[in-house]
């Protein structure tokens, strides 16, 4: 079956290092996204992609880093630049032919 | 003022009750997600919309484009049913706009 998947689902760092999440889509889905929930709050774009090889900065990109050098995959690196690390970390991809988006299980990320 | 808007913020209903969950927005969407979170933060995709009216299962939504306005309703709800709902709206540049999410609660 088709699908995104996000790994892992809980996560856990100590202050200062880099870390990586992971996210993987079969969809053959030109288009992928990163977001970042804070308790209480809306989902706020972090990074996304349109094609491979190229990627934009979303509304909170400080202290992030992305890659897409295939087209399946879309890993996001929070580095030790981010000042408030911990949260949700949600990945998303999208076939702009139907403008459906697909969202993977979400990765939640504990700095301490 | 948020571009996507839902209410309530926050429903407590007991089990067997029908429940609605409302998303307005101001800015042209294409489409409209429904998505469901459980505690603990694992995102499950409800529906996805562009006209008219989706059901599956106890789930039902509704969109209204000339009114800006989708609905999520849940009939017999269950304490299960208990999660926070968002919607989100994909715009002309393909990126989603996200409501701040209704935190459901179910009561036994």
């Known amino acids: 079956d088709g699908g995104i998947t996000q790994s892992p689902k809980y996560l856990f760092r100590k202050e200062g290092q880099n870390v990586t999440l992971s996210c993987e889509q079969n969809l053959n889905h030109d288009a992928m996204y990163w977001y970042r929930q804070d308790p209480g709050q809306g989902l706020r774009l972090i990074y996304y992609s349109q094609i491979v090889n190229d990627f934009q900065k979303g509304d909170i990109a400080e202290g992030y880093s992305v890659s897409r050098e295939k087209k399946e995959s879309f890993p996001l690196t929070v580095t030790s630049a981010q000042k408030n690390p911990t949260a949700f970390y949600l990945c998303?991809?999208?076939?702009?032919?139907?403008?459906?988006?697909?969202f993977g299980q979400g990765t939640r990320l504990t700095v301490v | 003022k948020n571009e996507v808007e839902q209410s309530p913020q926050n429903l407590t209903a007991q089990e067997g009750e029908f429940i609605t969950i409302n998303c307005s927005y101001s800015v042209g969407i294409s489409a409209l997600h429904w998505l469901q979170q459980h505690p603990g933060g694992g995102i499950v995709s409800l529906f996805m919309l562009s006209s008219g009216k989706k059901k599956h299962g106890r789930l039902i939504a509704t969109i209204n484009i000339q009114e800006k306005h989708s609905s999520l309703h849940i009939t017999a709800s269950h304490p299960r049913d208990s999660a926070v709902y968002i919607c989100a709206g994909m715009d002309s540049n393909y990126q989603l706009i996200w409501g701040a999410g209704t935190k459901l609660i179910i009561k036994p």
């Open positions: 998303a991809s999208m076939t702009r032919v139907y403008t459906e988006a697909f």
